[in-house]
């Protein structure tokens, strides 16, 4: 099926550090997403981009959070400066529609804010 | 939570056995969703259930939708050892772009 990348796999910072995770989603998606998930716990929805812009984003997408993709190269999600409460499991989506069309994940980048 | 699995959050079966994992939710929703996550991995979506629809099959898992109830359940019969993974239950806000996962079933298939 359709394939979700995110690189690197694994990211350990220090805290302060700015960090950048990127996200290759599936050639023909429109929809793109960042989620964040603690180990242990639910998946929670961090923002949703579109057509160059955020179009709903939660409370953890905190002020030092942001995404883009430029000229539709990877989708990415930035943190600057990051905390020690930033360390989680964040996976990439996209879905070709909104509404409750399919979403296909990403394997996820395992970060480690020291 | 929006979204909750009711069983406990965690089964255990033997392969070859039944199971189904239920989920309650508590506002009104257009589509829910069932994914499955394994260990290390991210979430794979099994069904999508539509409010206008009352069951879904695909192999051998079946989701069914109570909208009177607001629940859902995810039958899945005669079970392997790799359907050990987590299941959620998913559904999209209103403004439809992000999905609200539910807290997870943990499922173990012994062999």
């Known amino acids: 099926g359709p394939k979700v990348l995110q690189i690197p796999s694994h990211q350990i910072i220090d805290m302060g550090q700015m960090v950048t995770l990127n996200c290759d989603p599936v050639?023909?998606?429109?929809?793109f997403y960042w989620y964040k998930q603690i180990l242990g716990q639910q998946m929670e929805f961090l923002v949703n981009f579109y057509n160059g812009k955020v179009m709903e984003k939660s409370k953890l997408f905190k002020d030092q959070f942001s995404v883009e993709r430029p000229d539709g190269s990877y989708f990415t999600l930035k943190i600057q400066p990051t905390a020690l409460e930033d360390s989680a499991v964040y996976f990439c989506?996209?879905?070709?529609?909104?509404?409750?069309?399919?979403?296909?994940f990403g394997p996820g980048t395992r970060l480690l804010v020291l | 939570s929006q979204l909750a699995e009711e069983n406990s959050w965690a089964l255990s079966v033997h392969e070859g056995e039944s199971v189904t994992v239920n989920c309650s939710y508590k506002t009104s929703i257009t589509a829910l969703q069932w994914y499955r996550q394994k260990s290390g991995k991210g979430p794979a979506q099994l069904i999508l259930i539509r409010s206008n629809e009352r069951e879904k099959r695909n192999g051998r898992l079946r989701a069914t939708l109570d909208t009177s109830s607001q629940s859902s359940s995810l039958s899945i019969t005669a079970t392997r050892c790799e359907d050990t993974a987590v299941y959620f239950c998913a559904s999209p806000s209103n403004m439809g772009y992000k999905l609200t996962f539910g807290t997870g079933t943990s499922l173990l298939v012994d062999p």
């Open positions: 989506a996209s879905s070709l529609n909104r509404g409750g069309d399919t979403q296909y």
């Open positions: 050639s023909n998606h429109l929809y």
